[in-house]
């Protein structure tokens, strides 16, 4: 297979959106409430930056759900709060179509593959769901015979969907014999500020990694009273939400005060939409955010497992009998990588997440200084949906 077919083979297709209603919003509900309950899970056992991609997750297993059956789909429709099949599918594919509808000002797409061991077959309603509401391409591949070659080709796959920041997703050892499927998903934006940071004014100072730790880190700085930004401060906590050329993906900065542990900081997505709801346009006087770039990567079944899906990693439990009305199929990892660089100029974001299958005057002026601890989301501002969230502990790192 070579890169021409590949590139040739990611052409975006408006998948079928047919009975699309107003209930899109259970399905971004559903990532939304996804997105939160991976990072309380994460907020448990880590300490440092978190990154990933709560969208990339939630399609790559949008897809394996159409495949299960029984307890298996029980449990992975209440870990990801999927609705029904009838409104899941649908308002899915509204999602996925607007996100890969062409921008001049910024990139966003969504990439989705599945790829199949060349003698293993699947059922043909399965395959129709999957490119009809999620514009899963199939790959047929040799997993058996040419083991190697196969996890090149989905690794050059996910490095050319995500601008060459994803790479080398599949580590060797990460596919054999026994591969019969592999679940793919890319999501990939750039964009630039709406209102650029200045370079010149970018200088090192300190941020407080804790109340003992602290380092010098590039940080920008935006005299900002001229613009009217959304905000909030509001118990101990400010948000900030940067919007990118456009107006239609937007950067919400979470930032507690510094008494406040952010590791100890409950944050639910209802919390956040009513926070949402009560922002304002504000002038403020300072924007002090640092420039950093995360590149965290995820082994997820013990993690999914955790919260409450352990059945479809299990080779006597899993049961994908709505792959191919056997139940010999589990899944053996999943994985999920994912990219952020936040610069004066703006934000580059890519996560991947990949299934294998087994089997004034006295006035008080108003500063956003992120020098500390802080959590970010970057979201499509109408609908609020979640396309990256993350914690920054140490910019350094």
């Known amino acids: 297979m070579t890169k021409e077919f590949i590139h040739e083979s990611t052409q975006f297709l408006t998948v079928d959106d047919t009975g699309s209603t107003k209930q899109i919003q259970e399905v971004i509900n559903a990532n939304n409430k996804f997105a939160f309950d991976l990072y309380s899970q994460l907020n448990k056992s880590k300490k440092e930056n978190i990154f990933y991609s709560p969208f990339s997750i939630f399609t790559a297993l949008a897809m394996v759900y159409e495949g299960v059956k029984g307890q298996t789909a029980k449990e992975i429709k209440s870990v990801f709060h999927f609705p029904e099949n009838d409104i899941l599918r649908p308002n899915f594919a509204t999602i996925y179509n607007k996100i890969n509808k062409k921008n001049d000002l910024y990139e966003l797409n969504v990439v989705n593959a599945l790829w199949v061991q060349k003698d293993y077959k699947l059922l043909e309603e399965y395959l129709l769901i999957i490119k009809k509401y999620y514009d899963g391409k199939i790959m047929n591949l040799d997993f058996i015979g040419e083991t190697e070659v196969s996890r090149q080709i989905i690794n050059l796959f996910i490095e050319q969907q995500t601008a060459n920041k994803i790479k080398n997703l599949i580590s060797q050892g990460g596919i054999n014999a026994l591969t019969r499927l592999i679940f793919t998903n890319a999501v990939y934006f750039k964009g630039i500020w709406e209102q650029e940071f200045d370079k010149t004014n970018t200088c090192e100072q300190d941020f407080k990694v804790t109340s003992t730790k602290i380092i010098k880190t590039p940080m920008m700085r935006m005299s900002a009273d001229e613009h009217l930004f959304n905000y909030i401060d509001i118990d101990g906590l400010q948000i900030l939400e940067l919007p990118y050329k456009e107006n239609k993906i937007s950067m919400l900065i979470l930032l507690p005060k510094e008494s406040i542990n952010i590791i100890e900081l409950n944050l639910t997505i209802e919390k956040l939409n009513e926070l949402k709801g009560q922002m304002k346009k504000e002038k403020l006087d300072v924007i002090v955010l640092p420039k950093f770039e995360l590149d965290i990567q995820y082994l997820m079944a013990d993690i999914l497992s955790s919260m409450g899906m352990p059945a479809v990693f299990s080779k006597e439990d899993a049961d994908f009998s709505g792959v191919n009305r056997e139940k010999n199929l589990w899944i053996d990892q999943i994985i999920h990588r994912a990219f952020v660089k936040v610069d004066e100029?703006?934000?580059?974001?890519?996560?991947?997440?990949?299934?294998?299958?087994?089997?004034?005057?006295?006035?008080?002026?108003?500063?956003?200084?992120?020098?500390?601890?802080?959590?970010?989301?970057?979201?499509?501002?109408?609908?609020?949906?979640?396309?990256?969230?993350?914690?920054?502990?140490?910019?350094?790192?």
């Not at 990949?354 to 020098?371: L, P």
């Not at 802080?374 to 969230?389: A, C, R, W």
């Open 345 to 397: 100029e703006g934000t580059e974001v890519a996560g991947a997440t990949t299934v294998v299958c087994e089997g004034a005057a006295q006035r008080q002026i108003k500063i956003f200084n992120a020098d500390h601890p802080f959590i970010f989301l970057i979201q499509e501002k109408d609908s609020g949906n979640i396309l990256f969230l993350g914690r920054v502990v140490n910019p350094a790192k």
